[in-house]
């Protein structure tokens, strides 16, 4: 198993660019979940999926949509680029009979 | 609202040094808390799920404690492998079906050899 894939791993975008990334998990896992990290502001929930066809808005949506037209793909995509977006993004999911989460290896996202 | 708060925010100790990392919470009704590592570069690394106060447990050199206001990682004989952050998570009752964590903003270990 690959677990949570995550691409690219790097991106380089200008202001009001606009990107998509691509989560992909092939442990049948309900749950997806997109989060941002800053230094030293901890992980925090962009978007999350609680099944196909599903999503909500979590703590800093703004800025970001989502779309999880299939179970085990999740997309975050930000349509005008602004510099506060410059972060590392990481994508998670959990399945039903457990509550731990499983994270990929990132992206790493620079907007000039 | 949940919170977390991970102390310290960084630590540096000589191989062989015992030492412990602390994660105070503040929940409506906690439904799990959770360790991760982090190596620069990488995605968390899942390495305990705490239930309830008084619950352990253990990973090689890591063990993990629960009471009803916070949870410790404990480090003992660290080598420097062991150096990462360790971040701290919490799923309440107010994450419901979606499950959601809450992150602490972790503790920087440092191992000198």
């Known amino acids: 198993n690959a677990g949570v894939t995550q691409t690219p791993k790097f991106r380089v975008l200008k202001t009001g660019q606009s990107m998509t990334l691509l989560c992909a998990q092939d442990?049948?896992?309900?749950?997806m979940y997109w989060y941002r990290q800053d230094p030293g502001m901890g992980l925090r929930l962009i978007h999350y999926?609680?099944?196909?066809?599903?999503?909500a808005k979590g703590e800093v949506p703004d800025g970001y949509n989502v779309s999880r037209l299939k179970k085990q793909n999740f997309l975050l995509g930000l349509e005008s680029a602004a510099p506060s977006q410059t972060s590392v993004y990481f994508c998670?999911?959990?399945?039903?009979?457990?509550?731990?989460?499983?994270f990929g290896p990132g992206t790493r996202l620079t907007v000039l | 609202e949940d919170q977390v708060t991970q102390s310290p925010e960084a630590l540096r100790l000589q191989e062989g040094e015992s030492s412990s990392l602390n994660c105070s919470y503040t929940v409506s009704g906690l439904r799990g808390l959770f360790w991760y590592r982090q190596d620069p570069g990488k995605g968390p690394e899942f390495l305990f799920t705490l239930y309830s106060a008084g619950e352990e447990k253990e990973k090689e050199r890591l063990k993990a404690t629960l009471t009803k206001k916070e949870s410790f990682l404990h480090i003992t004989a660290p080598k420097p492998e062991d150096s990462a952050t360790y971040l701290c998570a919490v799923r309440s009752i107010s994450s419901g079906s979606a499950r959601q964590l809450t992150f602490g903003s972790g503790t920087q270990l440092t191992v000198l050899p």
């Open positions: 999926s609680v099944g196909e066809g599903t999503t």
């Open positions: 998670a999911s959990g399945g039903a009979d457990y509550n731990e989460q499983f």
């Open positions: 442990m049948n896992h309900e749950y």
